[in-house]
């Protein structure tokens, strides 16, 4: 993790080609407007990490990208298809965009190994002698191979959400995205899935994080997005983001969270 | 104090628990002489157990007479098991003629020979092995049970009763009641307003009737409202009444476990593009029939006691048979063994279920409970 942010940052390459687009996007909760005018463009390879205060809309956000929540007004287009109510499209695009939740939300009936491969084998068709070949790959790049055949319950947190990484992984999608990826973490364990996190991004891999690590977010994101109340407020690279915040609130929220 | 600071810091060992805590002492302490009050519900447990069990004792097996033919034989003065003896039979096929009855048992033998494979973990084909079971295998049950095919005298159902109809209607509502149950309840909490509607509507209907007026209903009002000629056999009628009414229960029970998975699961499952049957089948169900066990096989249980009530429509079940048999002037006096009997038999079947559905939940125990 002593990685100076530049070295990293030099390194990962962002293509010119567009793989989210979010463009005038609404949404309400009953009458509560939670998601206010969002515009967001994300290319495929970059890194951004969303911060914010708590209920500023920065999970539900990344929860529309895959629609697990409905978005009432403007668009949202992953990967070229355009999220409607139509199911198939909503199937399509969430076999091509990975998250991880803050609570991990494996399957607590299902080993580990299973969890990695139910879903290649009932979503992508693949048989399940290859579903388990990849399922073990990835299970070693999260660094947990030898617990393929325990149940989620006997890990720990930082265990499960390696699991939960590699369960997304599987699917080889296009975007991950990560919601809180760390916070219901114990402290020792949060380190241990953001290296994987970093291994992840300089792979290449497309990521949108919501998270409140801060170094995690100097050392991979290529952008930082602040929301508030609903709204992007801010968006900037890392180090000018966070060196040289312009709106009040960004400033505000940064000096209580580097307070602590 | 003293002794414990002979050991330097980090070597402390492993020291045993106290002898008075552990074993048949330790557990006689804490679970029946905790205090005065447990020392004497103890003794007083002790002494009612001394009242009652000698007597029971010597009217079930010491006094009691197992052997012969007539009630002659009974001069004991306990129990007169002769009676259950000559009737036995009888309590198992009803009025089934005698000379057709192998046709029952190779029913229930040719059931047991095809579940057998189901719970060997070397069988690979359990799948169209428990097809074959719930589509096929009733098929040829009922036909063999019922005759007037490939030669066989007809059996009127009429005519069957006992232990054997007991299970028949039994088995029959388990069997079919689980799955009608199961879409009731993912209708229930189906998004689409035409679909949950309709299972709210079936659900609230069938649990808000009693049973013995579903049987009423079945035998008695349904076939005015068919049309001239057409009738349809009275235990199929009873059958069907019996297998909708529990699967309104079975659908509540369902439901309770489905509320109990947490939303992550949903998400979690929607989120790897698993569409909502395969999500409902492999990770929402599975997590929430193992929740509600107790309660499916409560259901069983309940649903096992209550084909009694067919009685009121004219079958004779096995609780009716053995009522029957002690009316018989031959046997006046000997109701007492009968529902001792008959209670026996209901226990041993409940009981079975009940301890089939600990040893599934044990074998289920993945560790997430903690």
Same mark, same amino acid.
């Given at each position: 993790?002593?990685?100076?942010?530049?070295?990293?940052?030099? *390194?990962?390459?962002?293509?010119?080609?567009?793989?989210?687009?979010?463009?005038?996007?609404?949404?309400?909760?009953?009458? +509560?407007?939670?998601?206010?005018?969002?515009?967001?463009?994300?290319?495929?390879?970059?890194?951004?990490?969303?911060?914010?205060?708590?209920?500023?809309? $920065?999970?539900?956000?990344?929860?529309?990208?895959?629609?697990?929540?409905?978005?009432?007004?403007? $668009?949202?287009?992953?990967?070229?298809?355009?999220?409607?109510?139509?199911?198939?499209?909503?199937?399509?695009?969430?076999?091509?965009?990975?998250?991880?939740?803050?609570?991990?939300?494996?399957?607590?009936?299902?080993?580990?190994?299973?969890?990695?491969?139910?879903?290649?084998?009932?979503?992508?068709?693949?048989? *399940?002698?290859?579903?388990?070949?990849?399922?073990?790959? =990835?299970?070693?790049?999260? !660094?947990?191979?030898?617990?393929?055949? *325990?149940?989620?319950?006997?890990?720990?947190?930082?265990?499960?959400?390696?699991?939960?990484?590699?369960?997304?992984?599987?699917?080889?999608?296009?975007?991950?995205? +990560?919601?809180?990826?760390?916070?219901?973490?114990?402290?020792?364990?949060?380190?241990?899935?953001?290296?994987?996190?970093?291994?992840?991004?300089?792979?290449?891999?497309?990521?949108?994080?919501?998270?409140?690590?801060?170094?995690?977010?100097?050392?991979?994101?290529?952008?930082?997005?602040?929301?508030?109340?609903?709204?992007?407020?801010?968006?900037?690279?890392?180090?000018?983001?966070?060196?040289?915040?312009?709106?009040?609130?960004?400033?505000?929220?940064?000096?209580?969270?580097?307070?602590? | 104090?003293?002794?414990?600071?002979?050991?330097?810091?980090?070597? =402390?060992?492993? /020291?045993?628990?106290?002898?008075?805590?552990?074993?048949?002492?330790?557990?006689?302490?804490? #679970?029946?002489?905790? #205090?005065?009050?447990?020392?004497?519900?103890?003794? /007083?447990?002790? =002494?009612?157990?001394?009242?009652?069990?000698?007597?029971?004792?010597?009217?079930?097996?010491?006094?009691?007479?197992?052997?012969?033919?007539?009630?002659? @034989?009974?001069?004991?003065?306990?129990?007169?098991?002769?009676?259950?003896?000559?009737?036995?039979?009888?309590?198992?096929?009803?009025?089934?003629?005698?000379?057709?009855?192998?046709?029952?048992?190779?029913?229930?033998?040719?059931?047991?020979?095809?579940?057998?494979?189901?719970?060997?973990?070397?069988?690979?084909?359990?799948?169209? /092995?428990?097809?074959?079971?719930?589509?096929? =295998?009733?098929?040829?049950?009922?036909?063999?049970?019922?005759?007037?095919?490939?030669?066989?005298?007809?059996?009127?159902?009429?005519?069957?009763?006992?232990?054997?109809?007991?299970?028949?209607?039994?088995?029959?509502?388990?069997?079919?009641?689980?799955?009608?149950?199961?879409?009731?309840?993912?209708?229930?909490?189906?998004?689409?307003?035409?679909?949950?509607?309709?299972?709210?509507?079936?659900?609230?209907?069938?649990?808000?009737?009693?049973?013995?007026?579903?049987?009423?209903?079945? @035998?008695?009002?349904?076939?005015?409202?068919?049309?001239?000629?057409?009738?349809?056999? $009275?235990?199929?009628?009873?059958?069907?009444?019996?297998?909708?009414?529990?699967?309104?229960?079975?659908?509540?029970?369902?439901?309770?476990?489905?509320?109990?998975?947490? !939303?992550?699961?949903?998400?979690?499952?929607?989120?790897?593009?698993?569409?909502?049957?395969?999500?409902?089948?492999?990770?929402?169900?599975?997590?929430?029939? !193992?929740?509600?066990?107790?309660?499916?096989?409560? #259901?069983?249980?309940?649903?096992?006691?209550?084909?009694?009530?067919?009685?009121?429509?004219?079958?004779?079940?096995?609780?009716?048979?053995?009522?029957?048999?002690?009316?018989?002037? *031959?046997?006046?006096?000997?109701?007492?063994?009968?529902?001792?009997?008959?209670?026996?038999?209901?226990?041993?079947?409940?009981?079975?279920?009940?301890?089939?559905?600990?040893?599934?939940?044990?074998?289920?125990?993945?560790?997430? $409970?903690?």
């Amino acid at each position: 993790m002593n990685e100076t942010a530049t070295g990293l940052q030099s *390194k990962l390459e962002v293509s010119d080609e567009v793989i989210i687009e979010i463009n005038d996007m609404h949404k309400w909760y009953g009458e +509560f407007h939670v998601l206010k005018n969002i515009n967001l463009s994300v290319q495929r390879g970059e890194r951004i990490v969303i911060c914010g205060p708590s209920g500023s809309g $920065k999970s539900t956000l990344i929860r529309c990208i895959n629609r697990l929540e409905e978005h009432q007004q403007g $668009k949202i287009i992953v990967d070229g298809t355009e999220l409607t109510s139509d199911l198939k499209h909503i199937e399509a695009t969430r076999r091509e965009v990975g998250m991880c939740f803050q609570h991990f939300n494996l399957f607590p009936h299902l080993s580990v190994l299973e969890n990695c491969t139910l879903a290649p084998i009932w979503v992508r068709k693949m048989s *399940k002698v290859e579903a388990e070949e990849v399922a073990m790959k =990835y299970l070693e790049r999260v !660094k947990i191979p030898e617990q393929a055949l *325990k149940y989620p319950g006997q890990l720990s947190g930082g265990q499960q959400q390696r699991v939960a990484i590699a369960r997304s992984l599987c699917m080889s999608p296009k975007v991950m995205l +990560f919601d809180e990826p760390t916070s219901a973490l114990d402290p020792e364990m949060i380190s241990e899935v953001l290296d994987v996190m970093v291994e992840l991004a300089e792979e290449g891999m497309t990521m949108i994080c919501v998270t409140h690590e801060m170094g995690f977010a100097k050392k991979v994101a290529n952008r930082v997005i602040f929301m508030d109340a609903g709204e992007i407020i801010e968006e900037n690279e890392p180090l000018e983001f966070f060196d040289n915040p312009q709106n009040e609130r960004t400033k505000l929220f940064l000096s209580q969270i580097i307070q602590h | 104090m003293t002794t414990d600071t002979q050991y330097a810091p980090g070597s =402390y060992p492993d /020291l045993p628990p106290p002898p008075s805590t552990v074993g048949v002492v330790g557990w006689l302490r804490a #679970n029946l002489f905790t #205090n005065t009050t447990n020392t004497l519900l103890t003794v /007083l447990a002790l =002494y009612i157990l001394y009242v009652i069990l000698p007597p029971v004792f010597s009217w079930v097996f010491f006094n009691a007479n197992f052997i012969g033919d007539t009630r002659e @034989s009974c001069d004991g003065g306990g129990a007169c098991w002769v009676f259950i003896n000559s009737r036995l039979s009888q309590f198992i096929y009803g009025f089934y003629p005698e000379a057709e009855r192998w046709r029952v048992d190779s029913t229930f033998y040719l059931l047991i020979a095809l579940m057998i494979p189901m719970f060997m973990n070397s069988f690979r084909h359990k799948a169209w /092995l428990g097809a074959f079971i719930l589509f096929i =295998y009733p098929v040829i049950g009922f036909y063999l049970l019922a005759g007037g095919v490939f030669g066989l005298v007809e059996v009127e159902t009429t005519q069957w009763g006992g232990l054997s109809l007991t299970l028949i209607i039994s088995i029959v509502g388990i069997v079919g009641s689980f799955p009608i149950g199961l879409l009731l309840a993912l209708g229930r909490r189906s998004k689409m307003p035409a679909v949950s509607t309709f299972c709210t509507g079936f659900i609230e209907l069938w649990r808000g009737v009693p049973l013995i007026t579903v049987l009423f209903m079945s @035998s008695v009002m349904f076939p005015l409202f068919l049309p001239e000629g057409v009738n349809f056999d $009275k235990l199929i009628r009873a059958l069907v009444g019996v297998t909708l009414f529990t699967s309104a229960y079975m659908a509540e029970t369902v439901r309770g476990g489905l509320q109990a998975i947490p !939303k992550g699961q949903y998400e979690g499952a929607e989120a790897l593009g698993l569409s909502y049957w395969k999500s409902m089948s492999f990770i929402i169900l599975p997590q929430a029939l !193992k929740h509600v066990i107790p309660g499916i096989v409560g #259901n069983c249980i309940g649903l096992f006691k209550d084909t009694t009530l067919v009685l009121i429509i004219g079958l004779f079940d096995f609780l009716g048979i053995v009522q029957a048999a002690t009316t018989d002037p *031959k046997w006046l006096g000997f109701a007492v063994e009968g529902y001792v009997f008959c209670a026996f038999v209901y226990w041993v079947f409940c009981f079975s279920m009940s301890q089939y559905s600990q040893s599934i939940e044990r074998k289920l125990h993945t560790g997430h $409970k903690r």
